[in-house]
């Protein structure tokens, strides 16, 4: 599933040049952007970034100041909230308190004038769907987190919408059940077979979930790619620092040569990267590596061609992984991670001992400063 690599898939929901403005301030500015039928994106960004905008003019709640929302080729613009073919999951303490599961999921479907019998018959479907056909007749206060969660997004697929908008959906949950209902997001979008459009401000949840990822920041779009990608070569120094951890070396480019370009670092250490357009000579570059592309040893490795001297300055064991911090000699810290099970058990390092950062010229993006 990558319409976005076909030339040929129609663009579903496309936002055309969008621009919001509330009063002087510009909340969305000169936005582009498409996601196509059954794809799980996600807008993620900080707090005040423009996401719940987008989603906002989405749903029709505002309508933007410049620019058009296309939705499979019609232009949505002064079509209200309720006629769109779209419907927004509010967290789960936006259940009616005093009504039964069954009912707060009924109540949409009631609200649109749909007939007692086929109610009934949605409403069973929805309770199967998310595994709440024991709770019909209770009442909100009477579940769980996980399952008042459950109850909000039976009810805001209930009416079959074609796109269903998710703004911070699970950011009532505690981080284990998030984790589960993560995958319990994805499973249902696929069996509805909906186009899904989250908004969050975490980005493992973002990565979790999305087929796609548009990473905002102050009303722009920075990017949008597969969580892959996003994490594997990001466009920007922003986008490499928003997602995941990263280290940065910054140096000028000293020398070009056939495959690899050799950057002096600020404080004069030498490393040696892989030729990209940015590495122009004389050109500022940040070498951007993500931690588990850095291998730590307490030996200069024989066969590195980047290798740099420092000492332990922290060690994390998180269970799964080991986080390194090593102060190089020159002052920068390197973070480097390395998976306990493929750690090597002859080479243990501890606070304070003198280590070896090695990594390949290939092992990190270049960017432009
Ligand atoms: P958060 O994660 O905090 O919800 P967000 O990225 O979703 O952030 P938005 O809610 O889209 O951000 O808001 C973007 C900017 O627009 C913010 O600076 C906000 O203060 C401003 N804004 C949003 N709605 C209004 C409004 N009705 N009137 C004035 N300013 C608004």
Same mark, same amino acid.
């Given at each position: 599933?990558?319409?976005?690599?076909?030339?040929?898939?129609?663009?579903?929901?496309?936002?055309?040049?969008?621009?919001?403005?509330?009063?002087?301030? !510009?909340?969305?500015?000169?936005?582009?952007?498409?996601?196509?039928?059954?794809?799980?994106?996600?807008?993620?960004?900080?707090?005040?970034?423009?996401?719940?905008?987008?989603?906002?003019?989405?749903?029709?709640?505002?309508?933007?100041?410049?620019? +058009?929302?296309?939705?499979?080729?019609?232009?949505?613009?002064?079509?209200?909230?309720?006629?769109?073919?779209?419907? #927004?999951?509010?967290?789960?303490?936006?259940?009616?308190?005093? #009504?039964?599961?069954?009912?707060?999921?009924?109540?949409?479907?009631?609200?649109?004038?749909?007939?007692?019998? $086929?109610?009934?018959?949605?409403?069973?479907? #929805?309770?199967?769907?998310?595994?709440?056909?024991?709770?019909?007749?209770?009442?909100?206060?009477?579940?769980?987190?996980?399952? /008042?969660?459950?109850?909000?997004?039976?009810? %805001?697929?209930?009416?079959?919408?074609?796109?269903?908008?998710?703004?911070?959906?699970?950011?009532?949950?505690?981080?284990?059940? /998030?984790?589960?209902?993560?995958?319990?997001?994805?499973?249902?979008?696929?069996?509805?077979?909906?186009?899904?459009?989250?908004?969050?401000? $975490?980005?493992?949840?973002?990565? !979790?979930?999305?087929?796609?990822?548009?990473?905002?920041?102050?009303?722009?779009?920075?990017?949008?790619?597969?969580?892959?990608?996003?994490?594997?070569?990001?466009?920007?120094?922003?986008?490499?620092?928003?997602?995941?951890?990263?280290?940065?070396?910054?140096?000028?480019?000293?020398?070009?040569?056939?495959?690899?370009?050799?950057? !002096?670092?600020?404080?004069?250490?030498?490393?040696?990267?892989?030729?990209?357009?940015?590495?122009?000579?004389?050109?500022?570059?940040?070498?951007?590596?993500?931690?588990?592309?850095?291998?730590? %040893?307490?030996?200069?490795?024989?066969?590195?061609?980047?290798?740099?001297?420092?000492?332990?300055? $922290?060690?994390?064991?998180?269970?799964?992984?080991?986080?390194?911090?090593?102060?190089?000699?020159?002052?920068?810290?390197?973070?480097?991670?390395?998976?306990?099970?493929?750690?090597?058990?002859?080479?243990?390092?501890?606070?304070?001992? +003198?280590?070896?950062?090695?990594?390949?010229?290939?092992?990190?993006?270049?960017?432009?400063?």
């Amino acid at each position: 599933f990558a319409p976005w690599n076909d030339p040929n898939a129609k663009p579903y929901i496309q936002f055309d040049k969008v621009t919001k403005k509330f009063g002087d301030f !510009t909340a969305v500015n000169n936005l582009s952007l498409t996601i196509f039928e059954r794809e799980f994106f996600a807008l993620l960004g900080a707090s005040g970034c423009g996401k719940s905008t987008l989603l906002r003019m989405l749903a029709g709640f505002e309508e933007p100041t410049a620019g +058009r929302i296309l939705l499979d080729g019609q232009d949505l613009r002064g079509i209200p909230p309720y006629r769109r073919p779209v419907n #927004m999951m509010f967290q789960s303490y936006a259940l009616f308190p005093h #009504m039964t599961v069954e009912n707060n999921i009924a109540f949409g479907l009631k609200q649109e004038g749909m007939p007692k019998p $086929d109610i009934e018959k949605r409403v069973a479907e #929805m309770l199967k769907l998310v595994k709440l056909e024991q709770f019909a007749k209770r009442k909100p206060h009477q579940l769980s987190g996980g399952q /008042r969660q459950r109850v909000a997004l039976a009810r %805001s697929v209930a009416k079959r919408p074609k796109v269903l908008l998710l703004d911070e959906p699970l950011g009532a949950l505690d981080k284990k059940l /998030r984790e589960e209902t993560q995958f319990e997001l994805m499973d249902l979008q696929q069996e509805l077979g909906l186009t899904f459009v989250v908004v969050t401000h $975490d980005q493992e949840e973002a990565m !979790t979930m999305a087929d796609r990822i548009a990473i905002m920041d102050k009303g722009e779009v920075m990017q949008v790619a597969t969580p892959a990608e996003v994490y594997e070569a990001p466009a920007s120094r922003f986008v490499a620092h928003f997602v995941g951890n990263v280290n940065m070396f910054e140096g000028k480019v000293a020398e070009r040569l056939a495959n690899t370009t050799r950057i !002096t670092g600020a404080t004069g250490a030498q490393i040696v990267v892989e030729n990209s357009a940015d590495t122009a000579a004389g050109s500022d570059i940040v070498f951007a590596i993500r931690p588990e592309k850095i291998k730590v %040893s307490s030996k200069k490795p024989a066969d590195a061609v980047n290798a740099l001297e420092g000492e332990v300055y $922290d060690v994390a064991y998180l269970g799964d992984m080991t986080v390194y911090h090593i102060r190089l000699d020159d002052g920068q810290i390197i973070r480097a991670s390395a998976l306990n099970a493929a750690r090597v058990t002859d080479d243990p390092l501890t606070w304070n001992d +003198r280590a070896w950062v090695s990594f390949r010229p290939d092992a990190g993006v270049v960017l432009a400063r």
